[in-house]
């Protein structure tokens, strides 16, 4: 990554990346209502005031007390706007970024979506990198927001197209000037995030909570969400769920079809994440349900919550009764992206 900004952000901020606490989290830099008059700085200081704590709401379920967390509320939509706005703004504070940089970043989906409609409103440029398998309401939104989107074609010895563009984002860095790679799949301050955010929240509605369970792709969601409940609720068990033909737990990585959930890699940050158990659904078990959450419980929610949703019910007939467990699942995005998908029955009978 070129960090070459020449603003007065960088005059102010000393970079000290290689200090880092007890959590792996960065330490240096200065705190961003310290960082003087950028228009960086005032705009983080203005994206901040939308993020603010999602709802939780409870869900009728046998044998335990069911709730589900509701990250769709997010400004863009998604779970991936508290890690889109934390790594800008992590970075505005150690002096990586100003207004002159260009921030590139590979992804198909929510991250991509918090980034652009961050970035502009921060007044920085932009450039996703994406592939064929990108959703059209993503790529529409995209295309919008930024001048450049590349989209690259060729897949990649897995299939799919992660390797392909991580090395778009690498050629598109050391050509562009002052371009600045967010690196969802290995940056702690995505970490850092939900730490400070997502579970944050949650340890401030819940006096106690027995069982976490959250999807799992660039890991950066469980790693600061396992760690921080952790030291809150040190009983507590973080489930890991994955969708079947995902590498992340060491399966051979296989086609999958319903974004979110998921990776062709095993993420970096997975190493961070304390977690006690894994499950992992098939992409049928997802759409039925998805289909479950949005028909009995009112919730139209996108595939990562219905792969988590599954995993509950599947383990709620290991607990026993006397248990009666404090529960708690992420729903990290809305159903309407899926529409086409894991809600068009049609689509879903053609999963392995
Ligand atoms: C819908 C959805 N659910 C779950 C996840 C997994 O979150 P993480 O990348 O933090 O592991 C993602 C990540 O992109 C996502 O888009």
């Excluded at 401030?204 to 396992?226: E, N, P």
């Excluded at 809150?232 to 068990?237: K, L």
């Excluded at 929610?301 to 708690?328: C, L, N, Q």
Aim: hydrophobic residues 40%.
């Amino acid at each position: 990554m070129d960090t070459n900004c020449s603003l007065p952000l960088q005059r102010t901020i000393v970079r000290e990346p290689e200090r880092r606490d007890d959590n792996g989290f960065a330490k240096g830099g200065k705190h961003l209502d310290q960082i003087s008059s950028s228009r960086l700085a005032t705009r983080l200081r203005e994206l901040r005031n939308t993020l603010r704590p999602t709802p939780h709401v409870q869900l009728a379920m046998k044998g335990m007390d069911l709730f589900a967390k509701l990250e769709y509320v997010n400004p863009v939509g998604s779970i991936k706007d508290r890690a889109a706005y934390w790594i800008l703004r992590r970075a505005a504070e150690r002096g990586e970024i100003c207004d002159q940089t260009t921030v590139i970043e590979s992804s198909s989906g929510n991250f991509a979506c918090a980034l652009a409609a961050f970035t502009h409103l921060v007044g920085l440029r932009f450039i996703p990198v994406i592939d064929p398998n990108i959703s059209g309401t993503y790529e529409s939104f995209l295309r919008r927001l930024c001048p450049t989107v590349v989209k690259v074609e060729d897949p990649d010895d897995t299939g799919g197209f992660l390797k392909t563009r991580l090395q778009k984002v690498k050629q598109l860095c050391a050509t562009i000037p002052n371009a600045f790679w967010t690196n969802q799949y290995g940056n702690l301050d995505a970490v850092e995030a939900h730490y400070e955010l997502t579970a944050t929240e949650i340890c401030a509605d819940f006096d106690s909570l027995d069982y976490v369970f959250i999807g799992v792709s660039t890991a950066g969601t469980i790693a600061g969400v396992s760690r921080r409940l952790k030291e809150r609720y040190p009983n507590i068990r973080v489930i890991a769920v994955d969708t079947e033909g995902s590498a992340i737990f060491g399966g051979a990585p296989r086609r999958r079809h319903i974004p979110g959930a998921g990776s062709s890699i095993v993420p970096q940050l997975l190493s961070h994440a304390k977690i006690d158990d894994i499950v992992l659904i098939s992409e049928r078990e997802t759409v039925q349900a998805c289909s479950e959450l949005l028909t009995t419980h009112g919730l139209f929610v996108g595939g990562s919550s219905g792969t988590a949703f599954a995993a509950v019910k599947r383990y709620a007939a290991r607990i026993p009764a006397y248990e009666h467990p404090t529960v708690m699942f992420l729903c990290a995005d809305r159903g309407t992206p899926y529409l086409d998908t894991v809600f068009d029955p049609a689509w879903a009978t053609r999963l392995e």
